[in-house]
């Protein structure tokens, strides 16, 4: 099982966003986590990242207890994320930014290669500022430099984020490919109903730092269901 | 010939400014640009330069080898500083200001106690060169030709190396280079180090040509601080060399066209409207406008 989580507590502070959630994620899993606005989706991603500490409960990546790891030391080990928002950095090229993603999975050579496969625009841009890329280039360029390293397990924080729809379709296709074609396991969290049905084998949702249900990826293409859950009417 | 020495004697100022900005700043520029703190120990870390430069000459190494080892002495005092103080105070504008004052204040106070008020000069090296009247040193174009080539370095750095692409990231967002394997800690004390090493062999090119004491670094501190308040944070090579230009230019015009000390306040003069112009500096201007220019084109 890449991963493990068992009662895990955290947030910012002594102020608890996180609470006693137990989750798991199997391999070659594609696992969404949705709810709304607030519940605590990100930092749920940030503390399996090592961005946010454990404050209980126990993270486990390939039967290792990284519950109290560096951030860096766990992308090493081959945990790779996207946050919301994509995380580039704006005032380096595309080149250097893919050279970011090398140390993902703790090989360090870039895998350039296989970047261009999925993302051809980005060799197109390599000397570009990545500041200067359009809203779905950025988004390209995130997904990019993980996969320019080694990474077994990718953590995506709302990827469709101002992204236009038919740039949505396309990060679908991209994530799908990433688990046929890599083998990639796949978090994500994601309030895009459409981009969930297009990829998500399972979903959990979260309300108020717990998790309240855990649906298969039929379940949440029902009206009432999503309604419920991510109060949206469909 | 007299008109030859007169336009000599201005680019001779000039490149002599130029190079005393560039040495003085460049490690502060670093450690500012990449961490986010105003290191005010700067100066006494060039002190530490001296000195080292100082006493291994009297030892008998060769001043260049001496230089050099007054650099790999105040990196290394640079990075356990860092590890033991200035990594509590990143981003923390006011308050490494502060801290940093005072690891100052506790240098030039403890050079002060064990070594006395100076030690002894060491000699100006190369002589000087006639022009018409006038007489030049040539050690002054030697130190602009090593701020030159000191420079290169820090960008071929910075540019070329892994560890620059790193620090670059790291400087912009530490988080993320950490969720993507880079350990910024040792990014940061390496950083810090190679800036107070720079400081160090900055200060022991200053060490032969100015009297070495425990105040030595408050002759530079001030000067590399507007320095590097003028070039700002985002692009440490374009911000160092903008800046530079800008001051060492207007210092040396109204050095000549008034005197040295009108010329220190033609330079104050600059800064300021610089700044109330680009209150971010001048490279935080020039890199917004290249990713303007680069996503304009991106359109087309």
């Known amino acids: 099982m890449p991963l493990n989580v068992s009662n895990l507590y955290s947030g910012y502070g002594r102020v608890r966003i996180v609470q006693d959630v137990t989750m798991s994620v199997g391999e070659g899993e594609i ?8 519940v605590g989706k990100t930092t749920l991603m940030k503390t399996l990242v090592g961005l946010l500490g454990t404050l209980h409960g126990t993270i486990e990546f390939r039967d290792q207890d990284i519950s109290r790891m560096h951030a860096s030391r766990r992308a090493r080990l081959g945990i790779g994320y996207v946050p919301q928002g994509r995380g580039l950095f704006t005032r380096l090229s595309v080149g250097d930014n893919l050279v970011m993603g090398e140390r993902v999975g703790g090989i360090g050579a870039t895998n350039r290669r296989r970047v261009f496969q999925f993302f051809p625009i980005l060799e197109e841009r390599l000397s570009q500022k990545a500041g200067s890329l359009s809203g779905g280039e950025q988004q390209q360029l995130a ?4 996969l320019a ?19 949505v379709q396309e990060i679908g296709r991209i994530i799908q490919r990433l688990r046929h074609e890599e083998g990639l396991t796949v978090v994500i969290v994601e309030q895009n109903l459409e981009l969930i049905h297009a990829v998500a084998d399972r979903c959990i949702v979260m309300d108020k730092g717990k998790i309240i249900a855990e649906l298969t990826a ?12 991510l109060a949206i009417a469909t | ?69 007054a650099g790999v002495g105040a990196g290394i005092a640079g990075i356990i500083l860092e590890r033991l103080v200035i990594r509590f105070f990143y981003k923390q504008l006011l308050s490494s200001l502060v801290v940093t004052w005072g690891l100052s204040l ?30 030049f040193g040539i050690y002054r174009l030697v130190l602009f030709g090593i701020s030159m080539a000191m420079i290169a370095g820090v960008w071929a750095v910075f540019t070329f190396t892994r560890f620059g692409t790193h620090a670059r990231a790291t400087m912009e967002d530490p988080e993320m280079a950490d969720a993507l394997g880079v350990n910024t800690r040792h990014v940061y004390a390496l950083t810090f180090g190679l800036g107070s090493a720079l400081g160090g062999i900055a200060g022991g090119m ?15 501190t001030p000067l590399a601080f507007i320095t590097v308040v003028v070039g700002g944070g985002a692009n440490v090579i374009t911000g160092l060399l903008a800046s530079v230009l800008a001051l060492a230019g207007s210092q040396t015009l109204v050095n000549n066209l008034v005197n040295v000390y009108v010329g220190y306040l033609g330079m104050m003069g600059t800064a300021l409207i610089i700044l109330l112009v680009l209150p971010r500096g001048i490279s935080e201007y020039l890199e917004r406008r290249k990713i303007r220019t680069e996503r304009a084109s991106g359109r087309e």
Not at chain 1, 31 to 38: C, K, Q, S
Not at chain 1, 143 to 146: C, N, P
Not at chain 2, 108 to 134: A, C, H, K, V, Y
Request: proline share 7%; hydrophobic share 50%.
């Open chain 1, 218 to 229: 039929d379940e949440i293409k029902e009206p009432e269901v999503a309604k419920r859950y």
């Open chain 1, 31 to 38: 696992l969404a986590v949705i709810g709304r606005n607030g």
């Open chain 2, 1 to 69: 010939m007299e008109e030859f020495a007169l336009i000599f004697g201005y680019i001779y100022q000039y490149l002599d400014n130029i190079g005393f900005l560039i040495l003085a700043a460049s490690g502060l520029i670093i450690i500012f640009g990449m961490m986010g703190v105003i290191n005010m120990a700067h100066g006494e870390l060039m002190m530490i330069g001296a000195y080292i430069t100082a006493f291994t000459y009297y030892a008998g190494v060769p001043a260049p080898i001496a230089i050099l080892l």
């Open chain 1, 149 to 167: 390293g080694h990474p077994e397990l990718i953590l995506l924080d709302e990827p469709s984020e101002g992204i236009q729809p038919n740039i």
């Open chain 1, 143 to 146: 997904f990019g430099r993980i």
């Open chain 2, 206 to 220: 200053f060490a032969l040509t100015a009297t070495i004491s425990p105040f030595f670094g408050i002759n530079y």
């Open chain 2, 106 to 135: 506790m240098f030039s106070q403890g050079f002060l106690l064990i070594f006395g008020p100076s030690i002894l000069n060491i000699p100006t090296p190369f002589g000087n060169f006639p022009i018409d009247e006038q007489t």
